[in-house]
């Protein structure tokens, strides 16, 4: 079974910290990549699609390492509204098409 | 913006009992899913349709069936529930095999 691995956390940072979580994969052959957030009983919500070239947007910033296999979340300057669970979601390829892996997420808690 | 809309957000069923979710989303997406998700477990894959009439088993399917109709509509059908199927379900979809999940808001369903 392939998986996709995250540090669960807690993190728990100060308002304006910079945090960064990350999520490696087992599957070389994977082919998309993303990062979801997630607040308590709530759906995951789309944050960022990860690109080879790396990609930001506002406050966050993510990566991927195709060699070592892991992509990365950096959020800088954080805010409280930030604390949630980010979930790593990894695309790979298989017979029937493709397979969408969780991770079991991280959670951040960001306090004034 | 993609919509996926899920029938019910909170459901209480007792043991026994044939209980249907229903999902719709309003984007044309042939990909859907259904996910459940318990703590300490994640996501957790049931069910999924990469087009009408297509459904195939993910990790967890036992006590479960599916239907897909229409193109928009994913309902997942338990057929006879148990305690053990007390849960958050996610309903997902996505324009193609690269793309991201989008997700219904969630039902959470107990059953007693």
């Known amino acids: 079974r392939k998986e996709v691995e995250q540090d669960p956390g807690p993190f728990n940072v100060p308002e304006g910290a910079t945090v960064a979580f990350n999520c490696t994969y087992s599957?070389?052959?994977?082919?998309?990549f993303f990062w979801y957030r997630q607040d308590c009983r709530k759906e995951p919500k789309l944050l960022m699609s990860?690109?080879?070239s790396g990609n930001e947007d506002g406050r966050f910033t993510a990566q991927l390492n195709r060699a070592s296999q892991y992509i990365s979340l950096l959020i800088r300057d954080s805010k409280l509204s930030d604390s949630a669970t980010y979930l790593c979601?990894?695309?790979?390829?298989?017979?029937?098409?493709?397979?969408?892996?969780f991770g079991k997420g991280t959670t951040l808690s960001v306090s004034s | 913006d993609v919509k996926v809309t899920q029938s019910s957000r909170y459901l209480v069923k007792r043991t026994g009992e044939k209980v249907f979710l229903e999902c719709v989303q309003d984007?044309?997406?042939?990909?859907m899913f259904w996910y459940r998700q318990d703590p300490g477990l994640g996501l957790r894959l049931i069910y999924f349709?990469?087009?009408?009439?297509?459904?195939e088993k993910g990790d967890i399917p036992e006590g479960y069936s599916v239907s897909r109709e229409k193109k928009e509509r994913f309902s997942l059908i338990l057929e006879s529930a148990s305690t053990n199927q007390t849960s958050m379900y996610l309903c997902?979809?996505?324009?193609?095999?690269?793309?991201?999940?989008?997700f219904g808001n969630g039902t959470r369903l107990t059953v007693t």
């Open positions: 984007m044309d997406h042939e990909n």
């Open positions: 349709s990469y087009d009408v009439k297509m459904k």
């Open positions: 990860v690109y080879s």
């Open positions: 979601v990894v695309n790979e390829a298989n017979q029937a098409g493709t397979a969408l892996i």
């Open positions: 599957n070389s052959a994977s082919q998309s």
């Open positions: 997902a979809s996505r324009q193609q095999r690269n793309s991201p999940l989008h």
